[in-house]
Each structure stands twice: as C-alpha cells, then as structure tokens.
C-alpha cells in the first residue's frame, strides 16, 4: 500500500508537475514546504523593519497612497496626517485583523501578531509574558516556534494572515516589491521551481526569490534568461 505524501498546505504554494498542472509541493517541515517557511520567516523580519517605518509615513505626502487614484465622488479636504498608517501605529483603532470580512481594508499589525502568539502559548501551555506585546516580540515568538507552527493544522491560516499584514505595511510604506522579470525554470526535486526572478537592487545580478539562484555574469544572466519564462 502506497503511503499517502502529505503535501503543503499553506495557500498558493504550487509547482507545475509532469501532467501539465501546478500541485502543491511535499511538505518538509510539518505541514509546510521548505520554500513556504523561508518566504514566511522572511516576512516576520521584514514586518519589523516596515513596521518601524511607519512614524515616518504619517505625512500624507509619503507611501503609495499619496500618489494613488481618487475614488469618484465629492472631493474631500486634503488630511493632515495619513490615516491609514496612523491606525496601523495606534492600538485603540478598528483596524481589521487580517481575515476579517468588515469592508476596512486596514490590518491591524501587532494585533495579528498578537492574536497567533496567544493561540500557540496556549496550545502550548507557556506562560503569558508580563511585559507588553511588541511588533518585535510577538515576530521573534513566531520565528523561534516556527518549527512547531508548521506542524499545526492552522498553519496555513497564520501564514495567509501574515502575508496580508506584510503586504499591507508594503503598500504603507511604498516598499512594494522589484518587478518580476520572470519565473526560474530552474527543475529541483518536486519539479520546475517558478520562482520569481528580479534583478538585485543596484546590480546587473539576477536572482530567483525561490530557489535563490544567482545570475551574476553576463554568461550566467544569458543562460538564465534563456531559460526562464515570462509567464
């Protein structure tokens, strides 16, 4: 009897496969793939970074929103401060946790942080801290049980929540991501990687956001061009 292989359950983790279509890759770690770790782990750690860019947003002539579209309608008197990221910092706003369903597109960062570490101490029976939570304690707690995390059924809940609380101090902060290039063609162990490829800021390198491939010389970056593919 064939054992069934248990495949990673975090949302959008694919790989296209031999038939053509893209299947979620083998979990290494828990219910988790290698890959989707290493993309979450790096998210926390960029959530500390953005997150303590935030004070310098608050000017409305700073972040994406600045330059954004108007939305039709009567025009409303220019703000002095940038709501958006002055909910994000103060912790009696209504920012959503991110999930929620209310019609505020504004996520909550420490509260989704938050929220997680609680359900894993409990799980775990730890102790609750007696000093206050932080952007930066709550992030070290859920990279030091990373491990575990990937092993529990709700994984893939906290790691969608995760995403969506990075992409929105991104687009806070107007840190979106380099431009995609391309996707590696790379072939590992579960098939094509299809990672994202961009080029290294300031450099002519260019990199695979998966795999982490390296493109340096101009031999290397013809071959990789050649290779990769643009959708």
Known sequence: ???????????????????????????????????????????????VDLYALLPDMIDPSTGEQATGPKVSGTPDPPANARLDVIAMLDPRSRARVAGDDDGNDL???????????????????????????????????????????????????????????????????????????????????????GGPIRQVPGELTLVCGRCKTKWETPEQRARGTLMMRTS
């Not at 990673?8 to 296209?16: E, H, L």
């Not at 990279?143 to 994984?155: C, K, P, T």
């Not at 991501?177 to 072939?187: M, Q, R």
Request: glycine fraction near 8%.
């Open 1 to 47: 009897m064939t054992e069934k292989v248990q495949r990673c359950i975090v949302p959008g983790c694919g790989t296209k496969g031999d038939d053509g279509e893209r299947h979620p890759r083998i979990a290494t770690i828990g219910l988790v793939c290698d890959r989707c770790l290493d993309r979450h782990l790096e998210q926390l750690r960029e959530i």
């Open 107 to 193: 996520i909550d960062t420490l509260g989704v942080l938050a929220q997680w570490v609680w359900i894993a101490r409990e799980e775990r029976n730890m102790p609750t801290p007696t000093t206050r939570p932080t952007v930066a304690s709550e992030t070290r707690f859920l990279r030091g049980n990373a491990s575990w995390i990937a092993a529990q059924e709700w994984a893939d809940e906290l790691y969608r929540e995760v995403r969506e609380a990075w992409a929105a101090l991104r687009s806070a902060t107007g840190r979106g991501p380099d431009p995609i290039l391309g996707w590696c063609g790379i072939l590992v162990a579960d098939g094509e990687c």
